[in-house]
């Protein structure tokens, strides 16, 4: 045979080898786990569409993040379920918010735990939705003034990063002023820069109670179709001084990741939402699919595409897998 050929295989012969050129890697150091607070007493409750995920009264709250730093994971990130909703969701800025208080126990009793503040209002509302509503749409501008107070008042109770949701124009301007006026010009914002209005969402939307009463967040979250829509989100969150970035969901949007990788010089974080972790945990429970193989597969896919910072659900999981590989992993 005298066929010239490449042989692709010499550097798949051994375990070692293998490892030797792999191009990712992945850590609990990439992880940024979410939490849900809610403001009953001694509750940890299941998601039902997430199995695997709590809700956590303050009471209950100490105990997992004490398991989620041993695991080697540095960063939190905290969604509320209050008591009390209204029509500008005001639980959302209030000195005694659920999220106000969560962040100022955790810095309390876990001095070097990050705590990423989502900073949204759809949990607040009692319409669900992210901002103020006007015949029947959220107004831009109005709603940028909440959205500053909650930040704010984050920042307050000690958030150590800001991460805004709700997809109204300019709520990184409008953020970083606020902040900056307040004197916390060292808190980063990690901006929800590209977020698509996707069905992704929906066992989130059991997890935190926070489904819009009537219509869809079409108007504010992006058309799954486009792509250069992403470039210019992530642009104009640049300019008006975004740290972070985020894609959101993460999984079927890695093509989005790589384009903001590029166009960028900020760390990119893919967030691997709700329904990806609800149907691989699906698929896992009915013995359809080997889940640590599976999960791992795709978080590296994620940081492969250009994603610095994953937030997961399945970042515990992931963390203690990783800490048991000792070969072959990644
Ligand atoms: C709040 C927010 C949502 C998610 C994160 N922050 C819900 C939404 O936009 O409807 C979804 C996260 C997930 O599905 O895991 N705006």
Redesign the pocket.
């Known amino acids: 045979m005298n066929v010239t050929f490449k042989r692709h295989r010499r550097l798949r012969k051994t375990a070692a080898i293998r490892e030797m050129v792999r191009e990712t890697t992945l850590s609990a150091n990439d992880f940024i786990y979410?939490l849900f607070v809610t403001e009953e007493t001694n509750k940890k409750t299941e998601v039902p569409s997430m199995p695997g995920v709590f809700q956590y009264s303050l009471d209950r709250l100490n105990d997992e993040v004490a398991e989620v730093q041993k695991l080697g994971i540095r960063a939190i990130i905290l969604?509320g379920l209050p008591h009390h909703k209204d029509e500008i969701g005001s639980e959302a800025f209030a000195s005694h918010g659920i999220i106000q208080q969560a962040t100022r126990q955790i810095k309390e009793a876990f001095p070097n735990m990050l705590v990423i503040a989502?900073t949204?209002l759809?949990?607040f509302t009692d319409h669900g939705h992210?901002g103020i509503i006007r015949e029947g749409d959220v107004v831009n501008d109005e709603s940028l003034t909440l959205l500053v107070r909650t930040a704010v008042s984050q920042a307050e109770a000690g958030a150590d990063i800001i991460a805004p949701?709700?997809m109204m124009d300019g709520f990184v301007a409008a953020i970083r002023k606020g902040l900056d006026e307040a004197g916390y010009v060292d808190v980063p914002i990690m901006s929800y820069a590209v977020?698509y209005a996707s069905a992704?969402?929906g066992?989130?939307?059991d997890a935190?109670n926070?489904a819009p009463a009537f219509g869809d967040?079409k108007t504010y979250?992006m058309d799954p179709a486009n792509r250069e829509e992403a470039v210019r989100e992530a642009t104009s969150d640049l300019e008006e001084g975004a740290d972070f970035l985020i894609v959101?969901p993460a999984l079927s949007y890695l093509d989005i990741v790589r384009d903001v990788k590029e166009m960028s010089n900020v760390p990119i974080v893919a967030?691997n939402?709700?329904?990806e972790y609800a149907m691989v945990k699906a698929a896992a429970q009915n013995g359809w699919v080997n889940e640590r193989a599976i999960v791992l597969e795709k978080l590296v896919s994620m940081k492969r595409a250009g994603a610095t910072l994953i937030l997961t659900y399945f970042a515990k999981d992931a963390a203690q897998w990783l800490y048991e590989e000792t070969r072959g992993g990644y």
Do not use: H, I, L, T
């Open positions: 979410p969604f989502d949204c759809c949990e992210c949701s709700n977020k992704f969402y066992p989130f939307r935190a926070s967040r979250q959101k967030y939402v709700s329904g």
